[in-house]
């Protein structure tokens, strides 16, 4: 079964870190970007980081040096390592990848950040 399965959400105090997993199985995601999203209530989901095959990496400007997105060597693990967290960056966190053509989404993890 093809899948991306997210990890490590939970609730911190403003200025704390997390770090989010997604591990990928059931195809050969090597050569894929991978990317994270995150969607607030009433708010519409939006990229938050990319990584691309060659190791190159975009960021949302709002997590612009807060937020490091990494892969292990076996490409079958995303991470997000996400510091100096802030109560906007509370949402759903998804990962996300594309295969054969179409959108491949995790069911989310929730990330909550008290002031």
């Known amino acids: 079964q093809v899948q991306l399965v997210e990890s490590g959400g939970g609730l911190v105090q403003a200025g704390e870190s997390l770090r989010l997993s997604c591990a990928a199985s059931g195809s050969d995601f090597r050569l894929n970007a991978m990317a994270w999203y995150r969607q607030a209530p009433g708010k519409q989901r939006e990229l938050v980081a990319t990584l691309f095959y060659g190791g190159s990496a975009i960021y949302a400007d709002s997590v612009k040096g807060r937020f490091t997105i990494s892969r292990n060597n076996a490409k079958t693990t995303v991470y997000l390592q996400m510091n100096s967290l802030r109560p906007e960056d509370t949402a759903v966190y998804y990962c996300?990848?594309?295969?054969?053509?179409?959108?491949?989404w995790g069911r989310g993890t929730q990330v909550t950040v008290s002031s």
């Open positions: 996300n990848t594309q295969l054969r053509g179409s959108d491949l």
